[in-house]
């Protein structure tokens, strides 16, 4: 039997459960309807429009991913998820103000149908937001039984056959491991007993893997970075990624970065800074929620570049990140960076880059890729930690023992060459030696 029999079809409809239908959420959801009526194309997605090498060059088999691997299409999906405002998801983009109007309307009647369920929330972890649809309960075990409920009933309502769950919700204060994540039984044990260490993301995550659900991560939270909602996610089979979207200036710096490394051009410094006027802006310039975000964007460079290996050109190299809330610029979001880097001899030369970006339009298409790929992976009989996609995140989640991949050439190959595993293909090591006169 091939690796590519075990997969199992792509029947029926599937679920995409959403925490947090704001502005990233609202743009993929959009942008989904908007591509299956023909009014846009799915620019940005590796799944929709990407595709992958098989076998020799000389064969020129070049297949587009989405006829290659046995993917949900595009109306199959259904969506749904969880927000702290009542508004519908046509209220919530015209609120978000990345899409414009005249696309919106066009788009209205099944906008307006999805409707956010009440949110687990807590002020103590977004200090930025003041939630006023939320679930009450008496314990964070009360909260998750009701997201359980939510899940259950939404794929019975919607006659689906499975489920995926992307958390887009806002970066939540720094938390660092503690002893109620270490094991199921202590974070199950914390949730009776409303533990602070335990966020609503992770109360999410727990209650997506129990349902057997796949979950992916798109913020720089904790949430399934610990040993117990791992533990469970292996226990249950139930495949886990994340952590944090790459969008913007990590995007840019898994780009340059790796090039600076391939030429051995040194690096004495990098200074970042951003101006962001959405949600997720608001949110950030809380401190304790831009320290999870500042951690999950700091380590790229130092796993990409290895200061101890090259220390001639790395060691010791500047590195500060700054983000700031300005309300002016909306969703469009500019990140400029100033890198000193330094040449043959020793002689220093600079790179100045300023990426005028939009930070939901970057991000919705990923939302989309990992829905699908979360769901092969299910399918595929893949559980616990996904690495493969780290292509898709500023902080990718590894097994204890390994260093994250952060380059963002790399990370593609590892993805690509799993889809090629996965339909029992010849994996590509770009060698070519074959074409040549060899002895």
């Known amino acids: 039997m091939r690796k590519s029999d075990k997969i199992q079809p792509a029947n ?3 679920g995409i459960l959403i925490p947090g239908m704001g502005a990233v959420a609202t743009t993929f959801v959009a942008g989904v309807l908007a591509v299956r009526q023909s009014l846009a194309k799915p620019i940005g997605s590796l799944t929709q429009m990407g595709t992958i090498r098989l076998g020799k060059r000389t064969e020129k088999r070049i297949p587009h991913i989405k006829d290659f691997v046995p993917l949900a299409h595009l109306d199959q999906l259904i969506f749904g998820g969880w927000d ?42 977004v200090k930025r937001l003041n939630g006023v649809f939320i679930k009450q309960g008496h314990t964070k075990m009360d909260l998750a039984e009701q997201l359980r409920k939510d899940i ?36 199950e044990n914390g949730l009776k007993t409303n533990d602070p260490e335990i966020s609503p993301s992770m109360i999410y995550a727990y209650a997506a893997i129990m349902e057997y659900v796949p979950f992916a991560n798109g913020a720089p939270n904790l949430t399934v970075d610990i040993p117990a909602i791992q533990e469970l996610a292996e226990k249950n089979r139930v495949p886990i990624s994340g952590k944090d979207f790459k969008t913007g200036q990590t995007l840019i710096k898994t780009i340059i970065a790796p090039g600076l490394k391939a030429r051995m051009l040194g690096l004495s410094g990098w200074f970042s800074t951003n101006i962001l006027g959405n949600r997720d802006g608001e949110v950030l310039d809380e401190p304790g929620s831009f320290k999870s975000k500042e951690v999950s964007k700091l380590g790229a460079l130092e796993y990409i570049l290895q200061p101890d290996v090259y220390p001639d050109l790395y060691k010791d190299f500047y590195h500060k ?6 309300p002016p610029r909306g969703d469009a979001k500019e990140a400029w960076d100033n890198i000193d880097i ?58 204890k ?10 990370q593609l190959k590892k993805l690509k060459n799993t889809l090629r595993y996965m339909m029992g293909e010849e994996l590509i090591t770009h060698l070519g030696i074959e074409y040549y006169p060899q002895d």
């Open 401 to 410: 023992e390994l260093y994250p991949e952060h380059d963002l050439f790399i």
């Open 152 to 187: 259950q009933s939404f794929k019975t309502d919607n006659q689906l056959d499975r489920l995926v769950m992307i958390w887009c919700g806002s970066t939540e204060v720094y938390i660092k491991a503690a002893a109620v994540h270490q094991t199921i039984d202590a974070f």
């Open 84 to 125: 702290i405002f009542p508004d519908n998801m046509y209220e919530a983009a015209v609120h978000a103000g990345v899409l414009e109007k005249k696309l919106l309307d066009q788009l209205k009647p099944e906008l307006e149908a999805i409707k956010p369920m009440t949110a687990v929330f807590d002020a103590n972890y």
């Open 342 to 399: 330094f040449g043959w001899l020793g002689y220093p030369m600079q790179i100045k880059v300023d990426f005028l970006c939009r930070d939901s339009i970057l991000a919705a298409p990923l939302v989309l890729d990992l829905a699908l790929f979360m769901d092969l992976a299910a399918r595929a009989g893949m559980f616990g930690i996904q690495e493969w996609l780290s292509f898709y995140f500023k902080s990718p989640m590894v097994a």
């Open 321 to 326: 990140i700054r983000i700031n809330y300005y």
């Open 12 to 14: 029926g409809k599937l």
